[in-house]
């Protein structure tokens, strides 16, 4: 009896196959599609009410700032099945019992479901291009290139909440729940600020709003990048806790 | 190859499982049996390192599953309850998937995928999806899955489960050509499964295993086998049938030694071998036949195997001339080993032992079918007219064939068995 396969112990073995599964996953049922074309549909009507509009600046701050709001039902439709599809069919076990660790897992997934963005985010090119097309004089593409980094960074903080609410439940339903409402909250967290002086640093360090704004204006500050990252890191390092958790219940 | 220590496993309030061990040699195939419910699936889980036992440790090969568990699953192959599976992915996508999985270079991964799915009987339907497959095929997908990295040992959790006859049976034999040089850990609550598959029987219950051994052992150690004799023996003959019955117990490797005295019995294989005997002799026309005395004797046994006993008990027979009419083997059923073991049918399984209930004649059928876990069993105890009409044509044959035989006959490897 042999093993065929290599021995060792890298902690990411077995990431590229899942990173490559879960991606091929989306588009292998209606739900990538029904997502890929909602996206589109709603920064399309955006960029036709608050962008395409004559005698006015060629820019697209307008669809940058919405883009908050824009993700907030498309993140949780991304992310719901993740695990908790997993956990409720019993799919998870057969991972669990391969020699993939949980860092492993939990990063393929992921990965997966941020080049699953990257890919929902593909059309909407489309919409600098037509803008490139009617703008007189010539398009900025600076705050453009910005600002689509800073719906990436953005939605790559929204997928990794969304991954967390999945590995919690076994009902994906839920999850979507969780996490939109998890989102929500974060997005009105400005509103929070009439408690008190302490709850408005708090708040505006917090918010995501503002950040993304300076994005759109073409401003990278290296502080918004690294408040992304911090999160999106801490986030994930829940989520792998909570899948080592589940593991011992 | 598989070692259980001292697993335990809680859920909330729950003791799921309460320090099972047990330990698997390499080539082994043991059956995980228990109701449902009794802990089997949380022990597979955690010898496949799904969750993790709060106490105690799992070893694969030399290997630890909460310090290796990577190289402990390298020798695991794994096929869950229910055979999960992505339905949405075409069979052989899935199987490079599980390939990548285990970090399989192309070539051995393309070359492994081509065994399996031959091996697996999948070749035809290898571009399908796999949602929709048939669920015996899905059951072939999971295997071939869990053979994909070619291990030395094999955890299937009830593969059986939910699926038609001819799928139970290409499953079993799938399995058994797979346990040829695999170590198998089989779960299962389908007795017969784990009776025709398994060279070892672990039996659990309230997550405590109950019994451990090979099903001879087991039922052996249940002390409900032995040997069956019966004969017709008139009530002036009493003294012969009692010395008869000293002289077995005086064999070696008899334990004990019950006998009962009746009047044959009716609606039974018995009255049936009664009535085709009298008629062959005479004694009384068809459909009159007369009832008459009967011996019953039941020989229980150390041994597991009762062939020699049999046979000195035959020529003992012979030597107090006594015209033995039956002596077969009755060794218990896994139905029987395993309500002896788990205690929850403990009642049942004692009115299935033939020296249990003196007022009963030792082939009547029992009043109710004990622990019915399978149509076999259940054929099996209440001895079935295909089986009557069977027994009466080889007794006619025989009447007509040669008048002169010697009495004692020695019939029936296994209970239930035509005498």
């Known amino acids: 009896m042999t093993t065929s396969t290599s021995p060792g112990l890298n902690p990411l073995a077995g990431f590229p196959a899942i990173v490559r599964r879960e991606l091929w996953s989306y588009f292998r049922q209606p739900a990538g599609w029904i997502i890929i074309a909602l996206c589109t549909l709603l920064m399309g009507v955006v960029f036709a009410i608050g962008v395409l509009l004559p005698n006015q600046p060629a820019t697209m701050r307008t669809l940058f700032d919405a883009s908050g709001w824009l993700l907030l039902p498309l993140a949780p439709a991304i992310t719901m099945r993740l695990f908790a599809d997993e956990y409720r069919s019993g799919t998870i076990e057969p991972l669990l019992a391969s020699p993939v660790g949980t860092p492993a897992l939990v990063l393929g997934k992921f990965a997966g479901s941020v080049l699953f963005l990257l890919c929902m985010l593909l059309p909407t090119l489309v919409f600098p291009a037509t803008l490139a097309l009617f703008a007189s004089p010539a398009l900025d593409a600076g705050p453009i290139i910005t600002g689509y980094l800073a719906v990436v960074l953005l939605g790559m903080l929204y997928l990794s909440i969304g991954l967390l609410a999945s590995s919690c439940t076994s009902n994906a339903t839920l999850a979507f729940m969780l996490t939109l409402f998890a989102l929500l909250g974060w997005l009105l967290l400005p509103a929070a600020a009439r408690l008190g002086e302490w709850a408005r640093v708090i708040t505006f360090r917090a918010s995501l709003g503002p950040r993304v704004a300076d994005f759109a204006k073409g401003v990278v500050d290296l502080g918004h990048v690294v408040f992304f990252l911090a999160c999106i890191t801490s986030v994930l390092a829940c989520a792998i806790a909570v899948v080592r958790l589940r593991r011992w219940k | ?419």
């Not at chain 2, 697993?7 to 995980?32: D, E, M, T, W, Y």
């Not at chain 2, 059928?365 to 009409?389: N, Y």
Request: aromatic share 4%; net charge neutral.
């Open chain 2, 1 to 419: 190859m598989i070692v259980v220590d001292q697993v335990h496993k809680r859920f909330g309030n729950l003791h799921a499982v309460q320090g099972v061990s047990f330990a698997l040699r390499p080539g082994q195939i043991a059956g995980l049996l228990g109701h449902n419910g009794a802990g089997k699936t949380t022990t597979i889980r955690m010898i496949t390192s799904c969750i993790m036992p709060d106490a105690g440790c799992v070893r694969v090969g030399e290997h630890d599953t909460r310090d290796a568990r990577h190289q402990a699953m390298r020798l695991l192959g794994y096929l869950p309850e229910a055979t999960p599976l992505y339905h949405e992915m075409p069979v052989e996508d899935y199987l490079h998937y599980r390939g990548r999985l285990w970090s399989m270079p192309r070539k051995d991964r393309t070359r492994a995928i081509s065994r399996v799915l031959e091996r697996c009987w999948l070749r035809d339907v290898s571009l399908r999806r796999i949602g929709t497959l048939s669920k015996g095929y899905k059951q072939r997908v999971g295997l071939a899955s869990a053979l994909l990295h070619d291990p030395p040992a094999l955890v299937l959790d009830e593969p059986t489960n939910g699926l038609d006859p001819t799928q139970v049976h290409e499953t079993r034999s799938l399995v058994r050509e797979l346990a040829a040089d695999r170590t198998v850990l089989l779960s299962s609550h389908i007795l017969t499964e784990v009776e025709k598959l398994c060279d070892r029987v672990v039996i659990i219950a309230g997550g405590v295993v109950k019994a451990d051994g090979s099903p001879s052992e087991l039922a052996a150690a249940t002390g409900l086998g032995g040997v069956q004799l019966a004969a017709f023996a008139p009530e002036e003959d009493k003294s012969s049938a009692h010395a008869l019955a000293a002289v077995i117990a005086a064999m070696e490797g008899v334990t004990r030694v019950s006998q009962q005295w009746g009047q044959t019995p009716g609606g039974h294989i018995w009255a049936e071998q009664v009535r085709a005997e009298q008629v062959r002799a005479g004694q009384a026309q068809a459909g009159q036949a007369q009832a008459r005395s009967v011996w019953s004797c039941f020989v229980q046994s150390a041994g597991a195997d009762t062939q020699a006993l049999r046979e000195q008990i035959a020529l003992a027979a012979l030597a107090h001339r006594m015209p033995l009419h039956l002596v077969r083997e009755q060794r218990a059923t896994l139905e029987q080993v395993f309500a002896h073991a788990t205690d929850s049918a403990g009642a049942s399984a004692a009115n299935t032992a033939p020296n249990s209930e003196p007022a009963r004649p030792a082939l009547a059928p029992p009043a109710s079918i004990p622990h019915a876990a399978s149509w076999d069993a259940a054929r099996r105890e209440v001895a079935p007219s295909e089986q009557q009409l069977r027994l009466r044509a080889r007794l006619d044959a025989a009447a007509s064939a040669e008048q002169s035989q010697p009495p004692a006959t020695l019939d029936g490897p296994r209970a239930g068995g035509t005498p």
